[in-house]
């Protein structure tokens, strides 16, 4: 499966902002389903957002929708996660995921499986 490594992840004040971005070994531009996930101390693993192959959609968990914004840049191989007013209760390890390639699914759920995951990075808000 393809690696992936997450960067930009640290600490911020609530209602800060945060840009994590990720970049996988795999060209991305040819996996139908990329996202983040996130998963706080006591608590399972959620989809954070997840964006189709090209940008064409795109799915927020309901707690972020019109805060974070996923993006996905061909050209340099990378998939954003812009956050901003960031909330205490956005303090988890984030995890930057993504299909194999040539899966193809007709939607990128926020509750499925990916095939690849990365090693998580920490984001932490202060109140």
């Known amino acids: 499966q393809g690696r992936l490594v997450e960067s930009g992840g640290g600490s911020v004040q609530a209602g800060g902002s945060l840009r994590l971005s990720c970049s996988p070994s795999?060209?991305?531009?040819?996996?139908?389903?990329v996202g983040w996930f996130r998963q706080s101390p006591g608590k399972e693993r959620e989809g954070v957002a997840t964006?189709?192959?090209?940008?064409?959609?795109?799915r927020y968990a309901a707690d972020v929708k019109g805060r974070f914004t996923i993006t996905q840049d061909n050209d340099n191989n990378t998939l954003v996660l812009e956050m901003n007013n960031v909330q205490v209760a956005d303090t988890a390890m984030y995890y930057c995921?993504?299909?194999?390639?040539?899966?193809?699914?007709?939607?990128?759920?926020?509750?499925?499986?990916?095939?690849?995951w990365g090693q998580g990075i920490q984001v932490t808000v202060s109140s």
């Open positions: 995921v993504m299909d194999r390639p040539g899966r193809f699914r007709e939607t990128c759920p926020l509750d499925g499986h990916y095939d690849s």
């Open positions: 795999t060209y991305i531009g040819g996996i139908f389903c």
């Open positions: 964006i189709s192959h090209g940008g064409t959609g795109t």
